[in-house]
RNA sequence: GCCAUCAUAGUUCAAUGGUAAAAUAGAGCAAUGGUAAUGCUCAGCUCCGAGUUCGAUUCUCGGUGAUGGCACCA
């Protein structure tokens, strides 16, 4: 996907583009009014105020009519500085112009006017509304006037822009391919999950997906034991007051799912934490025994907003890759350093690139000194530097209980999902009392963090699904190997001497023998994505050999049973 | 939660104020096959509730769910 903001010349043209559109709503729709239309990452919106006209996409053509007609008028676009004075004389009819020069202090004020079409304006734009030619407006939303959820509700219309037709071909010829990928179409079609309307949010896992599920699971819990990660499980509904320890039974309960069991109301459990920070409490600890390391594949139920669910990436209930690492302040850099490169080499495996963000102090709400904020953020930050990362910062971004590092993964069609997240948790040993005891005998509060590196299984399996438009590797597929006999009863019994070998040696088969022809169940592995497909017939039979036919290939190959299994499971052992 | 759009066989989808077309998947029969669809037959559907109407799958309202955003967020 191309980035239109970080584009400068593409920035310009779009933001131009906001204007020719708001200008040709403006003349179907004279008593519009205009917030702001900001050029993001891929395209513009404009958000408007239509009263009680409401704009839905069949409304597009007869838009973007009007625009192709303002552009070929091609009326230059003229910039004019005006007075706060004068300006707030101009627009007096329009309050959310209005409302924007009041919050002006000290900066010059511009409008831009093409034609009839006056708005307030910082620029740059293009020279004329002549060079706008090659756009297309995408989708129409509500939107919250300044984002603000008690705020009415304005009119958002997405557009984009490009400066040749070919771009903007390429663009939405993306956009299509991802629609293809979407791993709630492909999640239906594999057999991986499905949902209902009895658990909206809930995922159900089907037989295929639970493969995938446990491959990745199995793959989690080997990486951590070579990490020196020990591995807990801790229940999924734990009692009122220990949510009144964590903090989340006032901070956090409008999204906790709450019962009553006996004569106390119990939580299922939104976070892994709490019922992490009583199996830290168990034991005694020794400075010896620090850094410690618990994992825990932790399934968690949040109440989030009906409107949020999406698929696998928004879920009611999700398991997360969860670990909390307690330690001494002086291993904290060393343990941040080594984590950086275990989650390098996990999002290396699945070809993922990743940048990683610094989200520091809130300005307001937040536990701790200044002090230790800055000296925890300076550690995640060095510790980044040392692993060989920049590091882009978010000012203010934090959680009120520590600073975090967050991973922000790159798919194969460009697109970014936050995933991983190492988090300093300030707060947390505090309110539990963690100690451990110190050289001197002396008992001392560890530092803890917080990590996941998948962030959930759920949206973790879904980034996959789309990332490989549901073609995974070999060691990740479902279903590996698909055994074609050419005659279902002719080749029959080669056909499960074969499998039975493939079985042995770990992969993943099966054998389509029904009587359909083979163009057929072709056709239907290759649906599927097996990646694996072995064709036998006479030939094979005769000389002990098996012909292979890769997913995405049309090359096919003749191989020895076992000159097969070598390479299959060399395959999987890589991880390729 | 908010705004908008949508809801028809397992799936993908067509049509209609007089209970619905098709493809694909499924079952049966015939065909014994060599790298993306063999033919025939059968069976199967209007999300839930109320209203308008002689009659509603179609119109209206409410509910539920989904999709795209917003707000929230792993």
């Given at each position: ?23 040709a709503i ?12 900001p050029?993001?990452t ?8 239509l ?8 409304d ?5 009519a ?5 552009s070929?008028d ?11 004075e004068?300006?707030?004389?101009r627009?007096?009819?329009d309050?959310?112009?209005?409302d ?8 010059t004020?511009?409008?831009?006017k ?41 009119q958002?219309v ?15 010829y993306?956009?299509?391919e991802?629609?293809?990928?979407d791993?709630?179409k ?12 009895f ?34 499980k ?32 119990f ?6 934490c709490?019922g ?28 989030e ?28 850099e060393?343990?941040i ?22 989200s ?10 200044i ?27 934090g959680?009120?209980?520590g ?40 008992k ?14 759920e949206?973790?399996?879904?980034i ?7 073609a ?19 080749h ?14 770990g ?21 599927k ?10 030939g094979?039979?005769?000389?002990g ?25 060399k ?6």
């Amino acid at each position: 996907m191309i980035n239109v903001k970080e584009n400068a010349e593409l920035n310009v043209l779009n933001h131009s583009c906001a204007h020719l559109m708001a200008q040709a709503i403006k003349r179907i729709h004279p008593h519009a009014l205009f917030w702001v239309g900001p050029v993001i990452t891929e395209g513009f919106y404009y958000d408007i105020d239509l009263g009680d006209t409401v704009l839905s996409e069949s409304d597009f053509p007869k838009i973007e009519a009007e625009m192709k007609k303002i552009s070929k008028d091609g009326k230059r676009i003229i910039r004019e500085e005006i007075s706060k004075e004068e300006a707030l004389e101009r627009f007096k009819n329009d309050p959310y112009k209005l409302d924007l020069i009041n919050n002006m202090e000290g900066v010059t004020i511009t409008t831009f006017k093409q034609g009839e079409f006056e708005d307030l304006c910082r620029g740059p734009h293009v020279e004329s509304v002549k060079e706008l030619k090659f756009y297309k407006l995408l989708k129409v939303s509500g939107a919250y006037w300044k984002g603000d959820a008690n705020n009415k509700m304005l009119q958002r219309v997405y557009g984009i822009c490009f400066d040749t037709q070919e771009a903007l071909d390429q663009h939405l010829y993306l956009l299509e391919e991802a629609k293809k990928r979407d791993h709630k179409k492909l999640g239906k079609e594999l057999g991986l999950f499905m949902m209902s309307e009895f658990g909206p949010g809930f995922p159900f896992w089907l037989d295929k997906g639970m493969i995938l599920r446990n491959i990745l699971e199995n793959f989690w819990y080997e990486e951590h034991t070579k990490e020196g990660y020990q591995f807990i499980k801790t229940p999924i509904m734990l009692s009122q007051e220990l949510w009144e320890v964590s903090g989340h039974w006032f901070n956090y309960k409008e999204n906790m799912y709450i019962s009553d069991v006996d004569d106390r109301q119990f939580a299922i459990k939104p976070m892994n934490c709490p019922g992490g920070m009583l199996v830290y409490k168990n034991d005694l600890h020794s400075y010896k025994d620090l850094p410690l390391r618990v994992g825990e594949l932790g399934l968690v139920h949040r109440h989030e907003a009906s409107g949020a669910l999406n698929g696998l990436f928004r879920v009611r209930t999700f398991t997360q890759d969860d670990a909390h690492l307690y330690m001494t302040p002086d291993q904290v850099e060393g343990e941040i350093v080594r984590l950086i490169a275990f989650f390098d080499r996990v999002y290396k495996l699945f070809n993922l690139n990743y940048t990683i963000e610094l989200s520091t102090r809130p300005e307001e709400k937040y536990i701790g000194s200044i002090e230790v904020w800055d000296e925890s953020e300076r550690i995640l930050e060095s510790a980044c530097k040392k692993s060989g990362h920049t590091v882009k910062v978010n000012p203010g971004d934090g959680a009120f209980y520590g600073p975090k590092l967050d991973f922000h993964l790159q798919d194969s069609l460009g697109r970014a999902w936050q995933c991983g997240t190492i988090q300093l948790d300030m707060n947390l040993p505090e309110r539990f009392d963690l100690t451990y005891v110190d050289s001197d005998g002396s008992k001392k509060r560890p530092i803890m963090l917080h990590r996941v590196i998948f962030g959930s299984v759920e949206r973790f399996i879904g980034i996959l699904i789309e990332h490989y438009a549901g073609a995974f590797p070999l060691w990740l597929s479902p279903d590996q190997v698909r055994i074609l006999p050419v005659n279902a009863e002719f080749h029959h019994d080669y056909a499960l001497q074969l499998k039975e070998k493939l079985v042995e040696a770990g992969l993943r088969v099966e054998v389509d023998e029904r009587n359909e022809k083979l163009g057929y169940r072709l056709r239907e592995a290759q649906m599927k994505k097996i990646p694996v497909q072995l064709v036998i017939g006479d030939g094979e039979v005769e000389n002990g050999s098996v012909n292979v036919r890769r997913y995405g290939s049309q090359a096919t190959e003749s191989l020895s049973i076992q000159d097969l299994i070598d390479s299959l499971v060399k395959e999987v052992k890589e991880k390729r």
